[in-house]
């Protein structure tokens, strides 16, 4: 019998719009390697999420004061598999990392444009995890 983890590696992040990947602040790009191409960034009210082309950052804005951040870096090589669920008005990235522990990352307010940005983000993670197998 195989014994399945299910414990998530972080909360859910909510994210509702995205950003122009030239108007980040430093402290996400202080995380980005010069040669690392953004491929986008999304947002919650607090968080941030940033895809590269060799991992995904999560800004995880903690506390009242907006200054206690937690930070985690998820290389795509880390990554087993990878997973994509869309809804009326709803998406979802389900990661699933080598350890075991999924990594679900959840989309809001989606339209039609947002999914198919979603989904071109989705083919291009998938080829840089087929890739670096």
């Given at each position: 019998m195989a014994y399945m983890k299910t414990k998530e590696i972080t909360k859910y992040f909510y994210f509702y719009k995205e950003l122009d990947i030239k108007e980040l602040p430093k402290y996400v790009t202080d995380y980005i390697d010069s040669d690392e191409k953004i491929l986008c960034a999304y947002a919650t009210r607090r968080d941030k999420g940033v895809f590269t082309d060799k991992k995904i950052l999560l800004f995880d804005v903690k506390?009242?004061?907006?200054?206690?951040?937690?930070?985690?870096?998820?290389p795509y090589n880390?990554?087993?598999?990878?997973?994509?669920?869309?809804?009326?008005?709803?998406?979802?990235?389900?990661?699933?990392?080598?350890?075991?522990?999924?990594?679900?990352?959840?989309?809001?307010?989606?339209?039609?444009?947002?999914?198919g940005k979603l989904r071109v983000l989705y083919s291009e993670i998938s080829k840089i995890i087929r890739n670096k197998k």
């Amino acid at each position: 019998m195989a014994y399945m983890k299910t414990k998530e590696i972080t909360k859910y992040f909510y994210f509702y719009k995205e950003l122009d990947i030239k108007e980040l602040p430093k402290y996400v790009t202080d995380y980005i390697d010069s040669d690392e191409k953004i491929l986008c960034a999304y947002a919650t009210r607090r968080d941030k999420g940033v895809f590269t082309d060799k991992k995904i950052l999560l800004f995880d804005v903690k506390g009242l004061s907006l200054t206690s951040k937690q930070i985690h870096t998820i290389p795509y090589n880390s990554v087993s598999s990878l997973a994509v669920m869309f809804d009326l008005s709803r998406a979802e990235l389900i990661f699933y990392l080598d350890s075991g522990y999924p990594l679900v990352l959840k989309f809001r307010n989606m339209n039609g444009e947002a999914k198919g940005k979603l989904r071109v983000l989705y083919s291009e993670i998938s080829k840089i995890i087929r890739n670096k197998k």
